[in-house]
């Protein structure tokens, strides 16, 4: 998608912490290989695979093992997706949402229509300083 190199870029130098949380049949380095090529392979601090972690979102094992990984309560956490399971599985844990690309039926606390847009959500908002303890998942 458009933005995204720059905007988790932006995150990264804005003091945040970013994670991700895939399901994926395919081994992690694939997954990786993938997120290079998009220009985003190196700015992870997390990553958490469902084919590791042996559970699917919206699984609460796997957000947890994503927020132990990071050094974070939920409530710290911000999780950006686009399945409405997804997000809700986050919801539930009492992670802050934002539904990006997302599904018609999909419920977060915060809506983008452009990746970019991430940059200016109320939790996040790199334009009017930066709570540099609640990473974006």
Request: charged letters at 20%; glycine letters at 8%; hydrophobic letters at 45%.
């Given at each position: ?17 970013l994670g991700i949380i895939?399901?994926?049949?395919a081994p992690l380095s ?55 399971v997804e997000l809700n ?49």
């Amino acid at each position: 998608f458009e933005g995204v190199p720059e905007t988790l870029a932006a995150l990264k130098s804005a003091g945040f912490m970013l994670g991700i949380i895939t399901d994926t049949a395919a081994p992690l380095s694939t997954k990786l290989e993938w997120f290079e090529r998009g220009g985003f392979g190196n700015c992870w601090d997390s990553i958490v695979s469902s084919k590791e972690v042996g559970v699917r979102k919206p699984d609460p094992m796997i957000y947890e093992a994503a927020l132990q990984q990071l050094g974070i309560t939920a409530a710290q956490a911000i999780f950006v997706g686009h399945k409405a399971v997804e997000l809700n599985g986050a919801r539930a844990l009492g992670i802050k949402t934002v539904a990006f690309n997302y599904e018609q039926d999909a419920t977060a606390d915060y809506y983008i229509e452009k990746f970019s847009d991430l940059l200016m959500v109320p939790l996040i908002s790199v334009n009017a300083g930066l709570n540099e303890n609640a990473p974006a998942n």
